[in-house]
C-alpha cells in the first residue's frame, strides 16, 4: 500500500488542529531550536518558485549593488573554476570602468560589488572557489588602489550538476553544494530544487527551502569550521592563483568586451576538456554515469546550456530506445573475473544497457550456450590479463558463431590491441578509457 506525500495544505491543517488556536507563528522552532518555518511559512505557499537563501553575512540583500558580477553565465557554458573567475574580475573591471566613464563611481570608496557564482559536486572545490573571490577582490582592490571594502557573493546550487536521471541524487548534490558554499563564506546560497528539471513541484521547492535550515539548526555550519584546513588553503591558493593568470591574460587582450569573439571558443574549449573527463568517468556521477538505476525512462531534457549528466543521459536514452543488452561472459574462476564483471556491470547499466549476468565458463561452449539462451546483441569478455591470450581466441569464436553482433574486451589490450581486434574484439574498457564513446558504437 503506498500513500501520496502530504502537501502544503496538508501540514498547515494538521500543524493548526496540533496549534488549537495559537498562530502559525509560533511554529518557527521547536523546543531544541529546529527551525520548522520552510514546512509552515505563508511566504512559501504564496511564493513557490522561491528557493531558500542562506545569509549570514554583512549583506541582507536589502542594499543594492553597485556592480553586479554574473560568473554563473560561463559555469552553465562549461568553464573552469579558474576561467570562471578570471572571466568574473574582467567583467568587474569592465564595469568599474564604466561607472568612472560615467561618472558614477563612489569617490571616497569601492564600489559596492556582488558576484554570483555556481556550485560544483565537490566539496573542496566549493569552499576553495568561493575564499578565492575574497583573495582576488583584495588583490583586485590594490590593483586599483581603491580602499579596502567587502564583496557580496551568492552561490547558486545545481547550476550544471542537476541530472534527470534519478533526480533524487540531486538532493545530495545540493547537500554538498551548500555545504561547501557555506563553509567558504557565501553570504547567501540559492537552492535549486531537486526536480527542477522535470518541471519542478511543491515537494522539491519545499525541500529546497528546508535544506539550507536543516545544515544551520543541526549541522551548525559556519565559513569559519574550514579555517586553518590546509587542504582548504592550499585549494584556495592554486585557484586564486590560476583565476588571476586568466584574468591577466584577458587584460593583456584589451578586457573582456575586446575578447567577446575569442571567449565562446575559450568556452567551448573548456566545455570539451570537462566532457572528455566526463566520458572517461574520471568524475563518476551517481545515478548517472555509475550506480545508475536500472527500470527508469529518461525523458528529454533542455541542452541550451552545459550540463555535466547530459551524455551519459543521452547513451542511456538511446540504448533503452534500442532495447540494447549485453551478456557478461566471465572466463575462468570467480578470481580471475569478479572485479571486472562487477565493474562492466555498473558501467553497460549506466549506459541503459539491460545487463545478463552469469558465472564463468571453463568451457566454450557452455559459454555459446548461455549467450544464446540470454538473447543479448553483444558480450564482454571478463578475466585476468594473463589468461587472455589463450581463452579469447576460442570464446570470442564461440560467441561470433552465436550470432554476437559484437563483442568488448573488459580490460587494457595494450600491446595486444590488433591482436584482439582481429579475433573480433575491437572495443575495450577499463579506468580512464574513454568508455563513453565505446559505448556509442555498440548501442
Known sequence: MSASPPTLDDWTRAALGLLKGKPLASLTTTVDGVCLEPLYASRLASSPESPRAWSDGPFDGSVSADITVDAVRFAREGASGALELGLALA???????????????????????????????????????????????SKWLVALHLPDSAVRIRATTGVTTQSIRDPWNNLVRSTFEVAGAVLGGADAVFVTPHDALLGGSDLGRRLAWTLPTVLREEAHLTASAADGAYAVLAA??????????????????????????????????????????????????????????????????????????????????????????????????RQAWSARAEWAHRLFEAGGFAVHVSGG???????????????????I???????????????????????????????????????????????????????????????
Open 236 to 333: 584556495t591558493d592554486g585557484l586564486a592563483r590560476a583565476a588571476w593568470a586568466e584574468f591577466q591574460r584577458i587584460e593583456g587582450l584589451g578586457g573582456l568586451s575586446a575578447v567577446a569573439k575569442e571567449l565562446p571558443g575559450w568556452l567551448a574549449a573548456a566545455r570539451g576538456a570537462r566532457e572528455a573527463a566526463l566520458a572517461r568517468r574520471r568524475e563518476s556521477i551517481v545515478g548517472v554515469s555509475d550506480f545508475a538505476p536500472v527500470a527508469d525512462a529518461i525523458p528529454e531534457a533542455p541542452v541550451s546550456s552545459f550540463r555535466e549528466g547530459a551524455q551519459w543521459e543521452a547513451l542511456a536514452r538511446t540504448a533503452k530506445a534500442a532495447n540494447a543488452a549485453i551478456f557478461l561472459a566471465n572466463l575462468g574462476d
Open 381 to 443: 569478455l571478463c578475466g585476468a590479463d594473463a589468461d587472455y591470450p589463450a581463452r579469447l581466441p576460442g570464446a570470442s569464436a564461440a560467441l561470433l558463431a552465436s550470432g554476437a553482433q559484437f563483442l568488448v574486451l573488459a580490460g587494457n589490450p595494450k600491446e595486444r590491441a590488433a591482436e584482439y581486434t582481429a579475433l573480433g574484439i575491437p572495443y575495450a574498457v577499463y579506468v580512464g578509457a574513454e568508455v563513453l564513446g565505446a559505448l556509442l558504437k555498440v548501442a
Open 361 to 379: 565458463f571453463e568451457d566454450d561452449a557452455a559459454l555459446a550456450t548461455a549467450f544464446r539462451l540470454s538473447g543479448a546483441q553483444g558480450a
Open 91 to 137: 567583467d568587474l573591471t569592465d564595469a568599474f570602468r564604466a561607472l568612472e566613464t560615467s561618472g558614477r563611481a563612489p569617490a571616497d570608496g569601492a564600489p559596492t560589488v556582488e558576484v554570483q557564482l555556481a556550485t560544483g559536486r565537490d566539496l573542496l572545490a566549493n569552499i576553495a572557489k568561493i575564499r578565492a573571490v575574497r583573495v582576488l577582490w
